[in-house]
């Protein structure tokens, strides 16, 4: 049984956070609750429909362990940061792995979240996911939801590596089940994807052939990064109607939905993707999922 229950959540890095909060307003995210201010750094969270929540953070004092790791990230550019994961029993996690981690995964001490959305949580890095950072938390986890938006929930966080399998070993280790894994011809990628208790994913994704446009474009990433964070896909109920909306609102998108290619573990689900100047560097996809998860995802 998988030991990460739920993504609940996405931070994304950003430099000016009173701007960037003005840009996800305009994706259809409802405006934050009060800042959060934690070891020299200062976010906001936006609720999704199902208490899940996007995360803008920024550095408050770069002389803070936290605030000077955010500043070694942006300066290399704004962008996806950071995935929290719900486990069921945080704590015995931790008092059970502490001390010698899990696999590859290195557990730090359980922290009190500030805002009181997150209980507690444990730091997990392992290198061999890009230097992704993930966040585990406790499953409880969740922001109050005053208002409804198209956005439901994070369906799908893609994870660029330069090396599937290391990747693929990390969470195998920490008891995820791998879900599916496939070569995608058609863009060029070898995949890998992790599926959570609630139906949301971890897809790890390796460009195999850059004569690919997709491939191309996340090999460049990972050249201009290492590789880590590379995209958040939030579940909408009609994406035809989103891109409608965002389009006479002026607002900049990678052009109208589309089919996913047949080879796509998620079905036949349509899908576009936001500009990502407007999105401080990350990389948002909505998606339409299918009523009911597919069968037959092969291991």
């Known amino acids: 049984m998988p030991r990460f229950e739920r993504l609940v959540g996405q931070a994304i890095a950003v430099g000016d956070l009173e701007r960037a909060v003005e840009s996800f307003e305009r994706i259809g995210l409802p405006s934050p609750g009060d800042p959060i201010e934690a070891d020299g750094t200062v976010a906001v969270r936006m609720a999704l429909n199902d208490g899940g929540y996007i995360e803008l953070i920024s550095v408050a004092d770069a002389d803070a362990p936290g605030g000077a790791a955010l500043a070694g990230f942006l300066a290399t550019g704004e962008g996806l940061y950071r995935t929290d994961l719900t ?5 015995g996690l931790h008092a059970e792995h502490s001390a010698d981690g899990v696999g590859a995964w290195r557990l730090g001490p359980l922290v009190e979240d500030p805002a009181g959305v997150r ?12 230097g992704a950072r993930f966040d585990l ?6 922001v109050v939801v005053e208002r409804r938006t198209w956005c439901d929930r994070i369906y799908t966080h893609a994870v660029a590596v330069a090396a599937i399998v290391p990747a693929v070993e990390a969470f195998t280790s920490a008891g995820q089940p791998l879900w599916d894994r496939s070569d995608r011809a058609d863009w060029g990628l070898d995949t ?24 191309s474009a ?10 880590g964070h590379y995209m958040t896909v939030i579940a909408v109920a ?14 900049a998108t990678l052009g109208p939905p589309t089919a996913a290619p047949p080879e796509s573990p998620w079905g036949p ?11 401080h ?12 998860p597919p069968e037959g995802a092969s291991s």
């Not at 209980?119 to 890009?130: I, N, Q, R, Y």
């Not at 009609?238 to 607002?251: K, M, S």
């Not at 689900?269 to 999105?279: A, S």
């Open 87 to 91: 486990v069921g029993d945080l704590a």
């Open 238 to 251: 009609d994406v035809d109607a989103v891109h409608a909306t965002l389009d006479d609102q002026g607002v």
């Open 192 to 215: 890998a994807v992790f599926r959570q208790l609630s139906g949301s994913n971890i897809e790890f994704v390796s460009p195999q052939d850059a004569s690919r446009s997709t491939a």
């Open 269 to 279: 689900v349509r899908q576009m993707w936001v500009h990502p100047k407007l999105t």
């Open 119 to 130: 209980s507690t949580l444990v730091f997990a890095e392992p290198a061999a996911v890009g």
């Open 137 to 142: 938390v406790d499953a409880g986890s969740s």
């Open 281 to 292: 560097g990350a990389f948002i996809e909505f998606l339409t999922p299918p009523a009911e």
């Open 218 to 227: 996340i090999a460049s990433f990972i050249d201009r990064r290492g590789g």
